[in-house]
């Protein structure tokens, strides 16, 4: 995997795959609904809301258990 994208990725669980994701050299996109600073000290691209627009050239979309799949 070279590139991933994480929905939710202020919460704690998933800006944790972050990090990990990170150290292994994976590309990471995200989104939350509140982005703060959790994600932001990630130094990754975060957008607010989520949104098919957000996609780019992910090949893996996270998407938490909280998150609706529609």
Do not use: N, Y
């Not at 972050?18 to 957008?47: H, K, M, N, Y």
């Not at 098919?52 to 799949?69: A, R, S």
């Amino acid at each position: 995997m070279k590139r991933a994208h994480i929905m939710g990725i202020e919460g704690v669980g998933m800006s944790a795959l972050a990090r990990l994701l990170l150290a292994e050299g994976v590309g990471i996109t995200g989104c939350d609904l509140a982005p703060g600073a959790r994600a932001q000290a990630l130094g990754v691209p975060v957008f607010p809301g989520h949104d098919p627009g957000h996609l780019g050239e992910e090949e893996v979309l996270v998407v938490p258990t909280p998150v609706p799949l529609d």
